[in-house]
């Protein structure tokens, strides 16, 4: 028999912690992201979704990790991450417009002073034109509706030209024709062999779109094949966890 190598991890997790004013946000959470795939967050409000992905960006400080490493490990040959944040998040009243905004994700390769090429624009205008916006280059960003600020999210996406992308509830309150159409822009990624991880709430489409889910209640519920996480028992477990969850509880050693 030939033996099938396992695949290569993009992100790796060991017994990663994090919490807030030394309150556990998330608990010994252990496995790997492997390059290429598709990955759902799924878990109840406050089981840590958002939280997950701040820290694989590098936004939250960390614990964790087992014999002196690392409690979260981005394998690091030229990976570059893309974080999309929730919409929430967002500043819509910076006085900036739609082109200038995209362009925004070419910062790593072209610097605040890098001059604008012909070729950068072209970019641009491919970005705008693959999330359908064509025409809105120079409309500002605070009289945008949030489906259309979402789509010029993913075109910014689309410029950074990233390995791994981390989307943080991207598809909430949009209608069904953004939402699909930036569901297919994800399904893109994925057959590009980019890493794509994504808070999600709606299981029908983490079931349609994601080959593996991780599902969330503070601490690690299930991770693996999406059929075989969003079960009814893994889904009563995580909701009875997170009910059962003490917000003053002390933060617990991350050796446990």
């Known amino acids: 028999m030939t033996q099938v190598d396992a695949p ?44 997950l992905l701040k820290s694989l960006v590098g936004l939250l400080p960390t614990q964790g990790g087992r014999n002196g490493g690392h409690a979260l490990t981005v394998q690091a040959d030229g990976q570059r991450i893309a974080y999309l944040p929730q919409v929430s998040d967002i500043d819509r009243s910076f006085p900036i417009d739609v082109q200038d905004c995209v ?29 359908g ?4 280059e120079r409309r500002s960003l605070g009289t945008l509706s949030s489906g259309q600020l979402q789509r010029v999210m993913f075109a910014r996406l689309l410029m950074q030209d990233a390995h791994i ?39 029908a489409q983490a079931h349609q779109y994601f080959p593996q889910t991780l599902l969330l209640a503070r601490e690690l519920v299930a991770w693996g094949r999406t059929a075989e996480v969003l079960t009814p028992a893994h889904l009563q477990q995580a909701r009875t966890m997170a009910e059962a969850w003490d917000e003053s509880a002390e933060l617990c050693r991350v050796d446990a």
């Open 8 to 51: 290569l991890a993009a992100i790796t997790l060991d017994n990663l912690t994090v919490s807030y004013r030394q309150h556990p946000a998330l608990h010994h959470i252990s496995g790997q992201f492997a390059r290429g795939s598709l990955t759902a967050v799924m878990g109840p409000n406050g089981s840590g979704k958002s939280t």
């Open 165 to 203: 992308i981390l989307l943080d509830e991207p598809f909430n309150a949009l209608d069904s024709k953004t939402t699909a159409s930036l569901l297919a822009l994800v399904q893109l990624w994925h057959q590009q062999q980019r890493t794509v991880i994504t808070v999600l709430h709606d299981e």
């Open 133 to 136: 916006l064509q025409g809105f």
């Open 103 to 131: 362009l925004l994700g070419s910062w790593s390769s072209v610097g605040a002073f890098g001059r604008t090429s012909s070729a950068l624009q072209a970019r641009v205008q491919a970005a705008l034109d693959a999330v």
